[in-house]
């Protein structure tokens, strides 16, 4: 592309461009960038057009047109992805591998330690008295019993804790 071709055109591509980008619910920058890389490619394959000024002003409808039924067909994201401020598809799976090892450790406790230690974990959020109901013992001894209960998970999960770390 010859500097007197790009001279000669910019000036009309401008006021092309910006009268025709916010028919289009575009910007007018946007809209010359897509007209000068058209007129890029058309050089290489066709050489210069025979009317500069008449192509340039049907290339600016062109790209207008094709803007128009992008925006039309495309939607945009309220929120960017990387903007979002909840966990992430990998914090998501984490978290759902660690869920899976503890209730696996937890099934693997003795008496009633797996049975004591769900109940604690239901999403049903029961109380001390409806948990004792539940388990036939005593409100009293539940606090025992569960530190009983979370000391055998302790040392249950340090083996497996301790091999995570040491890969990971």
């Given at each position: 592309?010859?500097?007197?071709?790009?001279?000669?055109?910019?000036?009309?591509?401008?006021?092309?461009?910006?009268?025709?980008?916010?028919?289009?619910?575009?910007?007018?920058?946007?809209?010359?960038?897509?007209?000068?890389?058209?007129?890029?490619?058309?050089?290489?394959?066709?050489?210069?057009?025979?009317?500069?000024?008449?192509?340039?002003?049907?290339?600016?409808?062109?790209?207008?047109?094709?803007?128009?039924?992008?925006?039309?067909?495309?939607?945009?994201?309220?929120?960017?992805?990387?903007?979002?401020?909840?966990?992430?598809?990998?914090?998501?799976?984490?978290?759902?591998?660690?869920?899976?090892?503890?209730?696996?450790?937890?099934?693997?406790?003795?008496?009633?330690?797996?049975?004591?230690?769900?109940?604690?974990?239901?999403?049903?959020?029961?109380?001390?008295?409806?948990?004792?109901?539940?388990?036939?013992?005593?409100?009293?001894?539940?606090?025992?019993?569960?530190?009983?209960?979370?000391?055998?998970?302790?040392?249950?999960?340090t083996p497996e804790v301790?091999?995570?770390?040491?890969?990971?």
């Amino acid at each position: 592309m010859t500097p007197e071709l790009v001279a000669t055109l910019r000036p009309l591509l401008a006021a092309e461009a910006s009268a025709e980008a916010y028919a289009c619910g575009g910007e007018p920058g946007d809209l010359e960038q897509a007209v000068w890389l058209r007129l890029l490619e058309r050089m290489e394959t066709e050489g210069p057009p025979a009317d500069p000024q008449r192509w340039l002003r049907e290339a600016v409808r062109a790209e207008a047109r094709r803007s128009r039924r992008t925006r039309e067909i495309e939607r945009p994201y309220d929120t960017e992805p990387a903007d979002r401020t909840g966990p992430g598809p990998e914090q998501l799976a984490l978290a759902a591998a660690r869920h899976r090892v503890l209730r696996a450790a937890v099934r693997r406790l003795p008496g009633r330690c797996p049975r004591l230690l769900e109940a604690l974990l239901s999403p049903r959020d029961l109380t001390y008295r409806e948990i004792a109901g539940e388990l036939g013992i005593s409100q009293g001894s539940l606090g025992p019993e569960r530190s009983r209960c979370l000391g055998c998970l302790r040392r249950l999960l340090t083996p497996e804790v301790a091999a995570l770390e040491a890969r990971g």
